[in-house]
């Protein structure tokens, strides 16, 4: 049995819109194993991004405790949290997010650039990273000029460039047809089979979904159930 | 981020958009333009009076008999005590320790009738007097055009090139007149002469008729025309210049002899009141470009505040990658630092290049009136171009503060969903 890498014990995430307090999640208890792909599914507003968004330190709760790789998110300073995003998560978006003015490899390497790692190691790195997602041709391409699904690939290998033990997707394959949307999910899976990574995926698509080792259904910022599948075996 | 990313970063960033940046930098151009010109100028300016004193030499001054005498106007008020400058005072200055030499002067009135006998001519000259510091401002110090321009303390004349060409020298010539004897007579109203045969040195430029003799013969002139056996005796010398071994003992000097009621010009309080003068213009003008260059912020905040509105996401971007609020701030900083850099640069380009054409046009207009004036008048100094372009980039940082502070609050959840 794999250590919990995430913890979340009594969690909740208000928003004040006006004068009225808008609860995006009411007590949450969660514990996320190292090395499993978790599913965060649910309607629109059950609060399946806010989770994503507090685990990956981009957003503080109101109360309640996260735990996640030995920090409390909840107790971190701004320093930490920064830390957190640039050293222990990735985080790939629906809308790819990439830098629009840089090329592929420079989006790559922007997180190394951050993390100032030297300048012919980044370079390495990340064009390993990009041929490891099949877009070695691709290097000097700018955003524009490449497909949804080579995108969403960039912005993989961007979020891996600094080597995180989290991987936070959100609707990765949201914003692409249903073939390219099933490589991504292929090249995410294959990730975390074959280097132990922790994967969260937030999705409202049940198919999506089934391909994860736990399914965390969330409605109206509460947990309804939670789903183990049998863990697939590893072929090598 | 290391320093050198974010430098590359917004050096990038201020290149992407091009036509912003320069717009933005043009208020900087304008400020760093006018400062240049003007610090340039007043450095150019100082220089040559400095220069000019240098020459003349800052270690020398000039004593006069204190009070007025026959209409000639004191430059420094009247005093009621009369106090001439004697043959003893000449001698007791010599032994005074730290001074090199003395050298006392006999001017003679224009109103002197003197005529120049020589080369079968004669011709009316009129005695040069002798020139008074500042006189020849921004020209050139007199150089010979033949001989030597230092007389000997007896029997030795200077004529000046006019007076040799009205004789009917060409120029030629010049040189075999150096040594002929001439014959300078002066002549009272009512007809008496008094001849006085001297030896030529040199030849000056001066192109009107003029005559330096020595020392010894212009009192011995003064003597003849005012029926005196010592008129030095009765009025004192002219003036005195005293020659100190330093600048500082020259002026321990001036204090001394002025305190002992003569009056003393010296080359240090002309170049410390000219220096005062420059200083208070440049820095009336430096404010007007300072002005310039404040305005120019409000461009450079501006641009500053739409490119990081526009630039919102991308701030989001890089905050949930890990870029904490310094890096965001740092960087549009920087970015503001570089167009502020930019004008600057572009400014003391564009300053220098004038500058240049106005040394250009002031050595032509100044040779056309036959007046030559040599040297750059705006000169742009390493220290003025260094401080111009940091002070253009430190207007651009301080421009780029208050947008690039915004930049970093931005709440990277809020900042991910701007479209």
């Known amino acids: 049995m794999h250590d919990p890498l995430i913890q979340l014990w009594g969690v909740a995430r208000h928003y004040t819109v006006g004068k009225t307090a808008v609860a995006a999640l009411a007590g949450i208890d969660l514990g996320i194993p190292r090395g499993e792909f978790t599913a965060l599914v649910g309607p629109s507003g059950s609060g399946k991004s806010t989770l994503l968004n507090l685990i990956g330190g981009l957003d503080r709760p109101s109360s309640g405790g996260i735990r996640v790789d030995g920090l409390d998110l909840d107790k971190a300073g701004e320093q930490q949290l920064v830390k957190h995003r640039r050293e222990r998560v990735g985080f790939i978006f629906q809308s790819f997010n990439l830098l629009p003015t840089l090329t592929a490899l420079e989006n790559v390497e922007s997180p190394l650039v951050l993390g100032e790692v030297p300048r012919s190691e980044r370079r390495t790195r990340a064009t390993a990273l990009l041929e490891s997602v099949g877009l070695g041709q691709r290097l000097s391409h700018h955003p524009n000029e490449l497909s949804g699904g080579e995108k969403q690939r960039v912005a993989i290998a961007r979020a891996l460039a600094n080597k995180p033990v989290l991987l936070l997707a959100d609707e990765p394959t949201g914003n692409l047809d249903t073939k390219t949307g099933a490589t991504i999910l292929d090249l995410l899976c294959g990730l975390v089979r074959k280097s132990g990574l922790t994967l969260v995926m937030v999705t409202h698509d049940l198919e999506v979904a089934s391909r994860a080792d736990r399914i965390v259904h969330l409605r109206d910022g509460s947990i309804q159930q939670v789903e183990t599948n049998p863990p697939v075996e590893a072929t090598v | ?419």
């Open chain 2, 1 to 419: 981020m290391t320093i050198n990313d974010q430098i590359r970063t917004a050096f990038s960033n201020v290149g992407r958009r091009k036509l912003r940046s320069a717009l933005a930098s043009l208020g900087v151009v304008v400020g760093t333009v006018t400062i240049v010109l003007m610090v340039s100028l007043a450095s150019g300016v100082r220089r040559q009076i400095n220069r000019q004193f240098e020459s003349i030499g800052l270690d020398r001054l000039t004593v006069y008999s204190n009070g007025s005498r026959r209409g000639e106007a004191n430059p420094f008020g009247f005093s009621p005590k009369r106090r001439n400058v004697t043959i003893q005072d000449v001698s007791r200055w010599k032994s005074l320790p730290g001074v090199t030499k003395v050298i006392p002067e006999i001017n003679m009135s224009a109103s002197v009738g003197l005529e120049l006998n020589w080369n079968g001519t004669n011709q009316p000259v009129r005695m040069s007097g002798d020139s008074r510091p500042g006189a020849f401002f921004f020209q050139e110090l007199p150089k010979p055009v033949a001989g030597s321009l230092d007389l000997p303390e007896q029997g030795g004349i200077i004529l000046s090139q006019g007076a040799v060409r009205a004789a009917g020298v060409s120029s030629n010539e010049f040189a075999r007149v150096i040594g002929q004897k001439v014959e300078a007579i002066l002549r009272t109203p009512r007809g008496e002469t008094q001849s006085f045969h001297l030896q030529v040195v040199g030849i000056s430029q001066e192109r009107t008729p003029t005559v330096q003799a020595s020392l010894n013969d212009r009192i011995a002139m003064k003597n003849w025309w005012f029926n005196s056996t010592n008129i030095v005796e009765r009025d004192g010398y002219d003036s005195v210049i005293v020659r100190a071994a330093d600048v500082s003992r020259a002026n321990d000097l001036s204090m001394q002899l002025r305190k002992e009621g003569f009056q003393v010009q010296s080359m240090e309080l002309f170049v410390t009141a000219a220096n005062r003068i420059l200083t208070v213009i440049t820095t009336m003008f430096t404010m007007i470009g300072g002005i310039a260059l404040l305005v120019a912020t409000i461009g450079i905040a501006n641009t500053m505040v739409m490119a990081i509105y526009e630039r919102t996401r991308e701030i989001g971007i890089l905050k949930a990658m890990g870029a904490s609020r310094g890096e965001v701030r740092q960087m549009f900083m920087l970015e503001a630092g570089f167009i502020g850099m930019i004008g600057g640069v572009f400014g003391l380009l564009i300053g220098w290049v004038l500058g240049i054409g106005l040394n250009q046009m002031i050595e032509i207009l100044s040779r056309l009136r036959e007046q030559p004036m040599h040297g750059k008048f705006f000169l742009v100094t390493p220290w003025l171009a260094l401080g111009v372009i940091a002070f253009a980039t430190f207007i651009g940082l301080m421009a780029g503060l208050l947008p690039a502070q915004r930049a970093a609050s931005l709440d990277p959840l809020q900042a991910l969903r701007h479209e």
